[in-house]
C-alpha cells in the first residue's frame, strides 16, 4: 500500500462525519393550535374594546398579537389560523360592544383575565 493510499484511509478513518454523527434536532415545540387560537381570539376581543374607546391608533392588545404569532406561528397555515381567530374575536366583541360607555373598563379586565387564564395553560403545556 502507498503512502498516499495510508494517509487517505487514515484521514476518513478520524475525520467526523457530520450527517452521520448528528442527532437530528428534535422540532420545536409549540401548543396546541385550540388553545392558542383561543387565545387569539380572546385578543382580538380586547382588542375591539380599546379602539372602540381610543380609536384605531391603540395597537396594545394588537401588538401582544403580533408577538404571539412571532412565536407560536411565524408563517403558514398555523399563522393564518391564528389571524383568523383575532379577527373573529375582534368582529364578535364589536358587534357586542359599538359605542364607548363605563362598562368598558370592566368588559376589558374580564376579557384580559381569561386571556391570562389561557396564556397560563399554555404555558403549562410546554411543560408537560
Request: with cysteine; glycine share 6%; aromatic share 4%.
Amino acid at each position: 500500500m502507498s503512502l498516499r493510499t495510508l494517509t487517505v484511509a487514515a484521514c476518513l478513518m478520524i475525520a467526523p462525519l457530520p450527517a452521520m454523527a448528528q442527532e437530528p434536532e428534535p422540532p420545536i415545540a409549540s401548543a396546541p393550535i385550540e388553545m392558542v387560537a383561543g387565545l387569539a381570539e380572546v385578543l382580538g376581543r380586547a382588542h375591539a374594546v380599546r379602539t372602540v374607546c381610543n380609536g384605531d391608533t391603540d395597537s396594545t392588545w394588537r401588538n401582544y398579537m403580533l408577538n404571539l404569532m412571532a412565536i407560536e406561528a411565524p408563517s403558514g397555515s398555523r399563522r393564518a389560523a391564528l389571524t383568523d381567530a383575532f379577527n373573529r374575536g375582534y368582529r364578535g366583541q364589536s358587534r357586542e360592544t359599538s359605542a364607548c360607555n363605563d362598562q368598558m373598563p370592566t368588559i376589558e379586565a374580564g376579557i384580559a383575565r381569561r386571556g391570562r387564564e389561557l396564556a397560563d395553560s399554555i404555558a403549562r403545556s410546554y411543560l408537560n
